[in-house]
């Protein structure tokens, strides 16, 4: 496996949820969603995610309802609840953040997120370096 090495980051981009946030930047996710998904499914400790939908399925079931959503197992409830709900439906409320799928549609896509872009900064020490650096004495 190859490792990272240590490096210096030369791009940044920062999540942004609401309120007076800078976006500069919104990155197509379509091909990632199933990924994002599975990811917040095995986050079953904190937050919208984890198991809530499998839960949520048990609880109607036992009030003699279903949602068709939530499929007829587990991980399909889980799976589904995450991708309707906590990332588009309830998303504002659940996560503090717009919906992932309307972001998408604003800008053509069909899963999108908002990302506030720091490029490459010009370094300022190089230019010093090159004015002011001298040869070493020996």
Sequence with gaps: MDLVKPHNVAERYFFTRRGPQFVNRIVDIS????????SNMVNVTQGPAGNNGSILRKKLAAQGKSLPILGDDDRTADFNYIKHFVLDIESPRLRFAPSDKKIGEKYGLEWAERFHY???????????ITKNAVPLKK
């Design 31 to 38: 091909k990632y969603i199933d990924k994002k998904v599975e």
């Design 118 to 128: 720091i490029g490459p900064l010009h370094s300022n020490q190089d230019d010093y």
